[in-house]
């Protein structure tokens, strides 16, 4: 399947930032277009002052560069464009160069749902300067977003403590491809199905779903609406019941689904989506056990997100499953992931590196120079203890020393035994996809083990543990010897 053209049917060459097409005449008139040159994208802070976030988004992103080609309607939109003096903005030459413009660069990612955190890039690109520039935008759009819903729909899972969530987002997402997207970043997060037909259609994940309050409203009363939905449904019925009364709802509930079971179906469930969820689902499972009714299960609905369900969960609310809608496809709390793409090393005419850093009066900001990889070490029951950021040409030899980039005072020493993963692995070879995709179901299961592979203290909500990921302590000094050299510091 080919997601962008099953999802688009047209050319997304052009979902780019302006930008970036103006930087790539800039090299093409320069004559760099094919100079060799290394990005990283990554991002500098966890999302929901979390302590972890789950890498996600990289099949879209294959498929995107599988397909990536300047169509001829794409370049004749590009020369309608003009600049301040009313000129066309790019030259003919230059257009027939993007059609004929093949995608030839090496990537290299960590696969989807891989737990990460700040500073570690999750792709590296690698081939024509022209090329990396080119797909900075649409990289960064894919991942940045669908990262940020994997890792809510994690948090809100782990706040579940077991029990079923199901992603009920569709109507509050922004945009279509917002709600698909978010659909399967969610499931790989965590969920266990969604509301999202398309989004099951598409991607394999199981869908689920009642009915909304306008059904009952549709009825004299809401014993006839949950008997006639029972007769349409038989093997659907979870009966929405807070439409007038929360408790009487429930009443009526019950009374339907003695009905129902007396003719050899079985009551699933009611579902709360309104009031005060502790203390109706309190009562809701009293008067379902009193009614035979111990295995009906009690969803629950409205607004929810992992904070509110550690609370309810405190407060010994009785729900079995739960719906979450805005504040996950939305990431209510954080919109936004804050990934970036930064150039690290160029090929200079005598065949050499030059490491770049891009510098900055905030510590955070100032990128990390080099051919990066992301080494992860372990225990031998396989908790994740460090993860080291080393240069590809320089892999330490001896001593491996952790330094953190923003404290360089602050470092750790791990036993050259240790047992270690290298996390980014070869998507493209020269353009050439050489990764076979997992299906979504084993993605969703690497992000589970991913999780569940962190300490503890890394995984609470309130004032996380800092996941140790530093420097490798030769790119570390190379970093800060570039940085003194950019500001004409003298050693």
């Given at each position: 399947?080919?997601?962008?053209?099953?999802?688009?049917?047209?050319?997304?060459?052009?979902?780019?930032?302006?930008?970036?097409?103006?930087?790539?005449?800039?090299?093409?008139?320069?004559?760099?277009v094919?100079?060799?040159?290394?990005f990283?994208?990554?991002?500098?802070?966890?999302?929901?002052?979390?302590?972890?976030?789950?890498?996600?988004?990289?099949?879209?992103?294959?498929?995107?560069?599988?397909?990536?080609?300047?169509?001829?309607?794409?370049?004749?939109?590009?020369?309608?464009?003009?600049?301040?003096?009313?000129?066309?903005?790019?030259?003919?030459?230059?257009?027939?160069?993007?059609?004929?413009?093949?995608?030839?660069?090496?990537?290299?990612?960590?696969?989807?749902?891989?737990?990460?955190?700040?500073?570690?890039?999750?792709?590296?690109?690698?081939?024509?300067?022209?090329?990396?520039?080119?797909?900075?935008?649409?990289?960064?759009?894919?991942?940045?977003?669908?990262?940020?819903?994997?890792?809510?729909?994690?948090?809100?899972?782990?706040?579940?403590?077991?029990?079923?969530?199901?992603?009920?987002?569709?109507?509050?997402?922004?945009?279509?491809?917002?709600?698909?997207?978010?659909?399967?970043?969610a499931?790989?997060?965590g969920?266990?199905?969604?509301?999202?037909?398309?989004?099951?259609?598409?991607?394999?994940?199981?869908?689920?779903?009642?009915?909304?309050?306008?059904?009952?409203?549709?009825?004299?009363?809401?014993?006839?609406?949950?008997?006639?939905?029972?007769?349409?449904?038989?093997?659907?019925?979870?009966?929405?019941?807070?439409?007038?009364?929360?408790?009487?709802?429930?009443?009526?509930?019950i009374?339907?689904?003695?009905?129902?079971?007396?003719?050899?179906?079985?009551?699933?469930?009611?579902?709360?989506d309104?009031?005060?969820l502790?203390?109706?689902?309190?009562?809701?499972?009293?008067?379902?056990?009193?009614?035979?009714?111990?295995?009906?299960?009690?969803?629950?609905?409205?607004?929810?997100?992992?904070?509110?369900?550690?609370?309810?969960?405190?407060?010994?609310?009785?729900?079995?499953?739960?719906?979450?809608?805005?504040?996950?496809?939305?990431?209510?709390?954080?919109?936004?992931?804050?990934?970036?793409?930064?150039?690290?090393?160029?090929?200079?005419?005598?065949?050499?590196?030059?490491?770049?850093?891009?510098?900055?009066?905030?510590?955070?900001?100032?990128?990390?120079?080099?051919?990066?990889?992301?080494?992860?070490?372990?225990?031998?029951e396989?908790?994740?203890?460090?993860?080291?950021i080393?240069?590809?040409?320089?892999?330490?030899?001896?001593?491996l020393?952790?330094?953190?980039?923003?404290?360089?005072?602050?470092?750790?020493?791990?036993?050259?035994?240790?047992?270690?993963?290298?996390?980014?692995?070869?998507i493209?070879?020269?353009?050439?996809?050489?990764?076979?995709?997992?299906?979504?179901?084993?993605?969703?299961?690497?992000?589970?083990?991913?999780?569940?592979?962190?300490?503890?203290?890394?995984?609470?909500?309130?004032?996380?543990?800092?996941?140790?990921?530093?420097?490798?302590?030769?790119?570390?000094?190379?970093?800060?010897?570039?940085?003194?050299?950019?500001?004409?510091?003298?050693?």
């Amino acid at each position: 399947m080919h997601l962008t053209k099953d999802l688009y049917g047209t050319s997304l060459s052009l979902l780019t930032d302006l930008y970036q097409i103006t930087m790539a005449y800039g090299y093409w008139k320069t004559g760099i277009v094919e100079k060799e040159a290394v990005f990283n994208l990554y991002f500098r802070k966890n999302p929901f002052q979390g302590g972890y976030t789950i890498a996600c988004g990289l099949e879209y992103a294959i498929d995107f560069l599988k397909n990536l080609r300047f169509t001829q309607e794409d370049t004749a939109y590009l020369a309608t464009l003009t600049g301040n003096d009313g000129k066309p903005l790019f030259e003919k030459a230059f257009l027939d160069y993007l059609e004929n413009m093949r995608f030839t660069c090496d990537i290299d990612a960590v696969p989807e749902g891989t737990v990460i955190f700040p500073q570690e890039p999750l792709i590296r690109v690698r081939g024509p300067l022209i090329q990396g520039q080119l797909i900075e935008t649409p990289l960064l759009n894919i991942m940045n977003f669908q990262t940020l819903i994997a890792t809510k729909s994690a948090r809100i899972t782990q706040a579940a403590k077991g029990a079923d969530v199901f992603e009920f987002g569709l109507r509050r997402a922004q945009g279509i491809d917002g709600g698909l997207a978010a659909s399967r970043a969610a499931y790989i997060g965590g969920c266990d199905g969604t509301s999202n037909v398309l989004a099951g259609k598409l991607f394999g994940i199981p869908v689920r779903g009642t009915h909304a309050h306008s059904w009952v409203m549709s009825f004299e009363n809401e014993t006839e609406a949950f008997e006639k939905y029972a007769e349409a449904l038989p093997n659907n019925c979870i009966f929405l019941v807070d439409t007038y009364d929360t408790i009487n709802g429930v009443k009526y509930a019950i009374e339907v689904g003695h009905k129902l079971e007396s003719k050899g179906h079985k009551f699933a469930g009611i579902r709360l989506d309104s009031g005060d969820l502790a203390y109706l689902s309190i009562q809701a499972r009293k008067l379902l056990d009193e009614a035979g009714f111990k295995d009906t299960n009690i969803i629950a609905s409205n607004d929810l997100d992992e904070h509110i369900i550690n609370s309810l969960n405190q407060q010994e609310a009785q729900i079995d499953v739960w719906g979450i809608g805005t504040k996950l496809v939305t990431a209510y709390d954080q919109p936004a992931l804050g990934g970036v793409y930064k150039i690290a090393a160029v090929r200079n005419n005598n065949g050499q590196w030059d490491y770049k850093v891009k510098l900055s009066e905030q510590a955070i900001k100032v990128s990390n120079p080099g051919i990066l990889q992301v080494r992860r070490f372990f225990t031998d029951e396989g908790q994740c203890i460090a993860d080291m950021i080393i240069d590809e040409d320089n892999k330490p030899q001896d001593e491996l020393v952790i330094v953190d980039p923003l404290d360089s005072t602050r470092r750790k020493t791990v036993s050259p035994t240790t047992k270690y993963k290298d996390l980014l692995q070869p998507i493209f070879s020269k353009g050439n996809l050489v990764y076979q995709t997992p299906d979504i179901h084993t993605i969703k299961e690497t992000a589970k083990q991913s999780v569940q592979s962190l300490h503890n203290s890394i995984l609470r909500f309130t004032n996380p543990h800092e996941y140790p990921v530093g420097l490798e302590r030769g790119l570390h000094e190379m970093k800060t010897n570039l940085i003194l050299k950019l500001r004409g510091v003298k050693k």
